[in-house]
């Protein structure tokens, strides 16, 4: 599925602490989360803030072509890869958001930070993220991991 218009990727800011808060504890999130806790709003704050100054870290915004926000990837480094995670705002699940976001996201990566190995964790119970993560080249791994490699680009001469 398409989303009905571009998506635009921007990092993410102090002023998106409030809205992924909330996308965080919406019972669909939290049910399709491996941390399916309610987080209370000081917990949060706290690891917005050192999360927004962290270099293995990157959570980046997507919007809509209105700048209205429709999820977030994040992309944390773990041993020689990232590990991968979205949310998409309750309103905006089943138009297609997902996969631009998270197409979008593994470009930038790779761009930005020369990444191309990603791992992402997902429930067995979770299809959703399966046939997403599936539909961008992710393969089934070990138990909840699901991983994707992609070639490294050869710098122009």
Same mark, same amino acid.
């Given at each position: 599925?398409?989303?009905?218009? *571009?998506?635009?990727?921007?990092?993410?800011?102090?002023?998106? $602490?409030?809205?992924?808060?909330?996308?965080? %504890?919406? *019972?669909?999130?939290?049910?399709?989360?491996?941390?399916?806790?309610?987080?209370?709003?000081?917990?949060? !704050?706290?690891?917005?803030?050192?999360?927004?100054?962290?270099?293995?870290?990157?959570?980046i915004?997507?919007?809509? $072509?209105?700048e209205r926000?429709?999820?977030?990837?994040?992309?944390?480094?773990?041993?020689?890869r990232?590990?991968?995670?979205?949310?998409?705002? *309750?309103?905006?699940?089943?138009?297609?958001?997902?996969?631009?976001l998270?197409?979008?996201?593994?470009?930038?990566? !790779?761009?930005?930070q020369?990444?191309h190995?990603f791992? $992402?964790?997902?429930?067995?119970? %979770?299809?959703a993220?399966q046939?997403?993560?599936?539909?961008c080249?992710?393969? *089934?791994?070990?138990?909840?991991?699901?991983?994707?490699?992609?070639?490294?680009?050869?710098?122009? $001469?």
């Amino acid at each position: 599925m398409s989303t009905p218009h *571009p998506i635009h990727l921007r990092c993410a800011g102090h002023e998106d $602490a409030r809205a992924v808060f909330d996308w965080r %504890n919406d *019972p669909v999130t939290r049910a399709a989360s491996l941390e399916g806790d309610i987080i209370s709003w000081p917990v949060h !704050e706290l690891w917005w803030k050192a999360s927004l100054g962290r270099a293995d870290r990157v959570l980046i915004i997507g919007e809509d $072509a209105w700048e209205r926000p429709v999820g977030l990837v994040r992309f944390d480094a773990r041993d020689g890869r990232w590990l991968v995670g979205i949310q998409v705002a *309750p309103e905006r699940r089943g138009q297609g958001w997902g996969r631009a976001l998270l197409e979008g996201g593994l470009a930038r990566m !790779e761009g930005k930070q020369g990444a191309h190995r990603f791992t $992402a964790q997902i429930k067995e119970d %979770n299809e959703a993220s399966q046939r997403l993560f599936a539909g961008c080249g992710f393969q *089934p791994c070990v138990g909840l991991e699901w991983t994707l490699v992609r070639p490294r680009r050869r710098a122009a $001469a």
